[in-house]
């Protein structure tokens, strides 16, 4: 049974940072392709960061330069390491595997099987 915890949320002030974790169990870690996904209030989820099973990264638009996605395989845990916050990153990030093969991106929220249940980023002006 696939199961993913998201952790490390919280309220900072526009130009902070946070460190979001995710950890993971009951599969292979190393073989998913693993993304962070947000929802803000009246809006549709979307796609910030993925990585794939071989380490490749690819980021929305928006967050690039800013972000970082990354994962320790050993610990079986997922990072999002977030500066320059701005209030429109203000949203419900979750964590998300996806098992199969082929595209490891963002763009396609409806392409992963697998969700943590969420932690709320604030970013305040």
């Known amino acids: 049974q696939v199961q993913l915890v998201a952790s490390g949320g919280g309220s900072v002030q526009a130009g902070g940072s946070l460190r979001l974790s995710c950890g993971a169990s009951?599969?292979?870690?190393?073989?998913?392709?693993m993304g962070w996904f947000r929802q803000a209030p009246g809006k549709e989820r979307e796609g910030v960061a993925t990585?794939?099973?071989?380490?490749?990264?690819d980021y929305a638009y928006f967050v690039k330069g800013r972000f970082i996605i990354s994962q320790d395989n050993a610990k079986n845990a997922l990072y999002l390491q977030m500066n320059s916050l701005k209030p429109e990153d203000t949203a419900m990030y979750y964590c998300?595997?996806?098992?199969?093969?082929?595209?490891?991106?963002?763009?396609?929220?409806?392409?992963?099987?697998?969700w943590g249940q969420g932690t709320q980023v604030t970013v305040s002006t």
């Open positions: 009951g599969y292979t870690f190393s073989s998913y392709c």
């Open positions: 998300a595997a996806r098992a199969v093969g082929g595209y490891c991106g963002p763009g396609f929220p409806s392409l992963f099987g697998y």
């Open positions: 990585i794939a099973r071989d380490g490749g990264t």
